[in-house]
């Protein structure tokens, strides 16, 4: 299978924070156009990719389209710009970062913060906080309004690049999610699924697993999949016992996070499928974060078999995320072949 980077880049560079998820849906929508036999968007703004099965049970899978961004609050005397968090950020990770204020039009910025040059030694002792920093868009107030207000969404700036067999870029967590989903949703097209497919594309999982619990309402899956990054801390300074995941060692089947305990049956069908199918994989667990698995999982009467499949990714909430190419390909293989292979399994509690 070829790796389309072109667009993997495209999902990933196109904006879309929580609750803004405009324009990474307008992609979603016409990419998945051709695959499935039925799209919805529900009034939260969830893209549903339907593709009917043999038999009525439902398979219900997850990917975030949103990523961790920024919300504007206030627009100063001097035209500087203050911001509210939208998703979880490590305050250090602010410093020297271009972002894009998505106003009337969008506008570059930068995250300034009091100089070193300048701060006492108690100060530069102090971890710092998101609230020290400022977006400065080089105008005047008066400038500024014109295209900014309050409730605007920001973005962070950075494009996609490729380094060794990485790719890397801000918000692969979760475009890479997004991207497996199209790709398996190709891999899916004139082919017979045994249960119907609910490949949703959701909102607002940086903020609560809002959009995924909404839509396993919606839905009542009897599966359930979802797609997110994980950490690989396969770094220099890491203990074996806080490595998590690695990169190139294949995608992850999750074990556990903090909001899920995957159903044991599906974590067995699921590498069972992978040694069928001779894909790489190592086995996740998470002990802080969650997924939208925890919205599959639990949000519906007597819930979801339900599991996960983890890209590893180094640098997560950062701009910097790097994941593996074979990783990625992998986890496209492996989504495709359970959602083939799903109703061969004996699901009885044993």
Same mark, same amino acid.
């Given at each position: 299978?070829?790796?389309?980077?072109?667009?993997?880049?495209?999902?990933?560079?196109?904006?879309?924070?929580?609750?803004?998820?405009? !324009?990474? !849906?307008?992609?979603?929508?016409?990419?998945?156009?051709?695959?499935?036999?039925?799209?919805?968007?529900?009034?939260?703004?969830?893209?549903?990719a339907i593709k009917k099965g043999? @038999?009525?049970? +439902?398979?219900?899978?997850?990917?975030?389209?949103?990523? *961790?961004?920024? *919300?504007?609050?206030?627009?100063?005397?001097?035209?500087?710009?203050?911001?509210?968090?939208?998703?979880?950020?490590?305050?250090?990770?602010?410093?020297? @970062?271009?972002?894009?204020?998505?106003?009337?039009?969008?506008?570059?910025?930068?995250?300034?913060? +009091?100089?070193?040059? $300048?701060?006492?030694?108690?100060? !530069?002792? +102090?971890?710092?906080? /998101?609230?020290?920093?400022?977006?400065?868009?080089?105008?005047?107030?008066?400038?500024?309004?014109?295209?900014?207000?309050?409730?605007?969404?920001?973005?962070?700036?950075?494009?996609?690049?490729?380094?060794?067999?990485?790719?890397?870029?801000?918000?692969? =967590?979760?475009?890479?999610?997004?991207?497996?989903?199209?790709?398996?949703?190709?891999?899916?097209?004139?082919?017979? $699924?045994?249960?119907?497919?609910?490949?949703?594309?959701?909102?607002?999982?940086?903020?609560?697993?809002?959009?995924?619990?909404?839509?396993?309402?919606?839905?009542?899956?009897?599966?359930?999949?979802?797609?997110?990054?994980?950490?690989?801390?396969?770094?220099?300074?890491?203990?074996?016992?806080?490595?998590?995941?690695?990169?190139?060692?294949?995608?992850?089947?999750?074990?556990?996070?903090?909001?899920?305990?995957?159903?044991?049956?599906?974590?067995?069908?699921?590498e069972e499928t992978a040694k069928?199918?001779?894909?790489?994989?190592?086995?996740?667990?998470? /002990?802080?974060?969650?997924?939208?698995?925890?919205?599959?999982?639990?949000?519906?009467?007597?819930?979801?078999?339900?599991?996960?499949?983890?890209?590893?990714? !180094?640098?997560?909430?950062?701009?910097?995320?790097?994941?593996?190419?074979?990783?990625?390909? =992998?986890?496209?293989?492996?989504?495709?072949?359970?959602?083939?292979?799903?109703?061969?399994?004996?699901?009885?509690?044993?």
């Amino acid at each position: 299978m070829k790796f389309n980077t072109k667009l993997l880049k495209e999902i990933a560079e196109t904006p879309g924070a929580p609750g803004h998820e405009q !324009r990474i !849906r307008e992609v979603v929508l016409r990419e998945i156009k051709p695959l499935v036999d039925e799209i919805t968007i529900d009034n939260m703004g969830n893209v549903y990719a339907i593709k009917k099965g043999k @038999q009525k049970k +439902k398979v219900m899978i997850g990917a975030h389209m949103d990523e *961790i961004g920024f *919300i504007v609050t206030h627009i100063d005397d001097k035209g500087f710009v203050r911001f509210h968090t939208l998703g979880g950020f490590d305050p250090k990770t602010l410093t020297a @970062q271009r972002v894009i204020i998505h106003g009337k039009k969008d506008v570059i910025g930068v995250m300034g913060s +009091k100089p070193i040059h $300048v701060m006492s030694v108690e100060e !530069r002792a +102090k971890l710092p906080k /998101t609230t020290d920093f400022f977006i400065d868009l080089g105008m005047s107030k008066k400038e500024v309004e014109k295209i900014v207000q309050v409730g605007d969404p920001i973005t962070r700036e950075r494009g996609l690049i490729e380094m060794g067999n990485c790719v890397n870029c801000k918000s692969l =967590d979760n475009r890479l999610a997004v991207f497996i989903l199209i790709e398996t949703l190709k891999n899916l097209k004139g082919k017979n $699924v045994p249960f119907d497919v609910y490949g949703v594309f959701t909102v607002q999982e940086e903020v609560g697993i809002r959009g995924a619990n909404v839509a396993a309402l919606e839905i009542k899956p009897d599966f359930g999949f979802g797609l997110d990054t994980t950490i690989a801390f396969d770094v220099p300074g890491a203990k074996p016992e806080e490595v998590i995941t690695s990169l190139g060692e294949g995608t992850a089947i999750k074990i556990m996070d903090s909001s899920t305990i995957c159903d044991y049956r599906m974590i067995r069908f699921m590498e069972e499928t992978a040694k069928k199918h001779k894909i790489k994989y190592q086995k996740e667990i998470l /002990t802080a974060g969650g997924t939208d698995t925890a919205g599959i999982q639990r949000m519906s009467p007597g819930g979801a078999i339900a599991g996960a499949i983890s890209i590893p990714t !180094r640098h997560i909430h950062q701009v910097i995320e790097m994941a593996d190419k074979n990783d990625i390909l =992998d986890s496209i293989n492996l989504l495709t072949h359970c959602l083939l292979d799903i109703n061969s399994y004996d699901w009885k509690f044993k």
